[in-house]
């Protein structure tokens, strides 16, 4: 490759690396043309790009979109799936495909933002709910002990307002006898 061609490639990477939120490593020998072919369709299908990248030039985009915990999980032929949108629908993607594969793909590692994650991390992150989901169980775990509190006070405004009435009526009943 041309010394042009190479600082086109590693400033292309580093802008996928800057733009993503996760990036997922693979090991993806053992793939054949058109499995490789099927892995790209899928994942493009979800958002994510997957490219295969030499080392030496993940290791300069790295430097250059100041990700270089990246250079941790890339060892030996790599290939990167950049995700855009929920962090765990690239670890999903890439675990169903390992799935239905019978296993040939293998992770390496992660980047979640500026975090380095391993394999077994990357694979967690595949088990997760969806955001919205996770945004409603950390919304309904808030909700609870509010409306708890809620009905204490409306309970001791409710027992409050009956004795009010009770003294009421009493006072009532004792002036007109």
């Given at each position: ?50 490219r295969v990248i030499k080392n030496t030039l993940a290791r300069f985009a790295a ?26 629908d690239p670890a999903k993607a890439l675990i169903d495909y390992i ?79």
């Amino acid at each position: 490759m041309r010394k042009e061609k190479k600082e086109e490639a590693v400033s292309q990477i580093a802008d996928k690396l800057s733009r993503c939120n996760i990036a997922i490593t693979t090991d993806y020998r053992g793939l054949s043309v058109a499995e490789m072919t099927e892995l790209r369709r899928r994942l493009r299908q979800e958002g994510i790009e997957y490219r295969v990248i030499k080392n030496t030039l993940a290791r300069f985009a790295a430097k250059m979109a100041d990700k270089e915990g990246l250079n941790q999980i890339i060892e030996g032929p790599t290939a990167i799936a950049f995700g855009y949108g929920d962090f765990t629908d690239p670890a999903k993607a890439l675990i169903d495909y390992i799935r239905s594969s019978g296993g040939v793909l293998t992770i390496k590692g992660g980047l979640l933002e500026q975090r380095v994650l391993t394999a077994s991390e990357v694979t967690e992150l595949a088990t997760l709910p969806p955001k919205e989901v996770l945004m409603a169980k950390v919304l309904g775990a808030i909700q609870g002990p509010i409306s708890a509190v809620v009905n204490v006070l409306n309970s001791t405004l409710v027992g409050l307002v009956g004795i009010l009435n009770s003294r009421i009526g009493q006072l009532e009943g004792g002036g007109n006898g």
